[in-house]
């Protein structure tokens, strides 16, 4: 028994023999009834034979293509430099759009209650017209189409048409700034910007138009027109096209293009916040093959689920959201403020609307404790069997909270991915036991595991995190890098063949991940590396702080650690408040987790995919310029780091 990471949750025999995992292990002829011990043998068997294995990943998932592969994967050792599926040829959007009956595809729901429903049906036939549309406006293989859209159904329908012709789908959320979005969408050139005229949040409707307006002014000579979508009716735009008006046609339907299996699909962004965001570029076969295999085998999805994340279109959870669509379940969409008009909102919501798998942010359900949130003896939540979270490590705490306050006997998904890879390298798994703190398994084709400084590999203790070996979701490249040197610099320099994700990890004895923070973040006091996510956790508990965000400082030739704290209503930052944060590290953690400082602030800054950013506060203190504030979501915060005398001290 792991006393650091207990067993909270197991699958029912039933549950196990019934997933798709085991009916996926049983076709490969591993096991009949499978067990925990047989996912460890389908992990390996997994990485060693990368190309049988993705070869049946495409034929348990019946993938959609015009013309097989030559080779399954040519190159295997060159890390970057493979290429899977080679002359194979599909189309994404065919592939998502495979179910055209009248079950339930896309249930949108406002922060307001107000309800859209959309039949898979629907969702074909406008994503057709749409589609012909853009055919006739000259958009093909290769074009970029920008959006700037709330989480709403013309945000799928845009994504779907676009992919339909081979262009290349990249968007945001509308709260970002002019500038935010220009440094995006200015590197890549849209041939077409589609945009919402308005978004509503805590019960407001915010008019986009003249953020559109002027974003368009400043994209490169060249770019093509706008398209606006009237979500808020808030007016018209001069000189833009008319949404409703363009998907009113009786064009003919064009084909999907058929294109390889590397074809670029989506331009995500990272965050930003040292420079102008890369732009990184994935294929349409890896992000579909890798989205089938964590939605039909790690979340267990079929036709029946009702799946939901909340997220916004500037995060990769919604691209990984859509592609729900590609097994058959119905879309959960929700756009606005989560707390409003309530703190369990999205809960009730869940309820309501049936949603069996419901995704979020660790911060979100740490914002939810600590508002009081308790679902369980009020709130049914009968469809309820699996709550994800990604964003930043899951707190135990959180496991617990989930399973007393939220829904007593629900799995808990703890997963770990990002935006560079636009998939999971840890997630969970229907066969396996939940255990406190951990992320259940590394993800099936994914030679993860944790280096030393050295590059040896380690076990029950912290490194960083890595993947050995190539995977079919591993960018086409970065937007504007024609010779590949930075892409290779932001993930192979560290260790040479090597992917390098920059999370600081521990790989268990039994193949599960606790993940303590980014090892860019990691603290070295006294020479010992700490991450962040261990003190975060202590601290956090505490019931007068509401969240932390804790930084190193370079200080008489050394590191000491500088913890900031914003405190619940009108608790204050006393000696009695110190020493007991103080206690909670030094009992729970270390003596070496202890701050040398801690300071009160009133918020703390994050990108806007909800991450707090150690960095810029990182930068703010030691009297370095963010370089580029328009990454964060609330930039205004970091006034409260600068210049404070008590580091001085």
Sequence with gaps: MDEAHPVIWQPSHGLAQSSQMAAFMRRLGIAQAPGPNDYQLLWQWSVDNAAEFWTALWRFSDVIASREWDLALQSPDAMPGARWFVGARLNFAENLLRFRDDR??????????SEQPLSYCELFAQSARLAAALDKLGIGPGDRVAAIVPNIPQAVIGMLASTWLGAVWSSCSPDFGVQGILDRFGQIGPKLLIAADGYRFKGASIDLRDKVRSVHAGLPAGCGPVLL??????????????????LNNDLPLPPFAQLPFDHPLYILF????????????????????????????????????RLFY?????????????SGLASGATLVLFDGNPLHPAPDSLWRMADALGV?????????????????????????????????????????????YLSRDIKPGVQISSIAGGTDIVSCFALGNPLLPVRRGELQCRGLGMAVDVFDSAGHSLRNAPG??????????????????????RYRSAYFERFPGVWTHGDWTVLTEHGGLSIEGRSDAVLNPGGVRIGTAEIYRQVERLPQIRESICVGQHWDDDVRVVLFVVLVGDALLDDRLRDAICMALRENASPRHVPAKILQVKDIPRTRSGKISELAVRDTIEHRAVANTEALLNPE?????????????
């Design 310 to 322: 909340f997220t916004t279109c500037g995060w990769m959870m919604w691209n990984w959201l859509v």
């Design 229 to 246: 979508i009237p979500w808020q009716g808030t007016g018209p735009l001069s000189d833009a096209l008319d949404w409703d008006s363009l």
């Design 356 to 400: 069996s798998v419901f995704g979020t942010s660790a911060k979100y359900l740490s914002a939810q404790e600590k508002a009081g949130v308790v679902t369980a003896g009020h709130l049914a939540l009968d469809a309820l069997r699996l709550v994800l979270s990604t964003g930043s490590p899951l707190a135990p705490e959180s496991f617990d």
């Design 270 to 305: 990272s965050s930003g916040t040292t420079g102008k965001p890369k732009c990184i570029v994935h294929g349409a076969g890896g992000t579909l093959l890798q989205h089938l295999k964590e939605h039909r085998l790690h979340c267990d999805l079929r036709r029946e689920d």
């Design 464 to 485: 960083e995190l890595v993947c050995t070996r190539p995977f079919p979701s591993m960018p086409v490249g970065f937007w504007g890098d024609p010779d590949g040197s």
């Design 637 to 649: 915060a970091l006034a409260e780091y600068a210049d404070r005398p008590e580091l001085n001290e």
């Design 104 to 113: 339930p595809a896309i249930v949108f729901r406002g922060e307001d209650g």
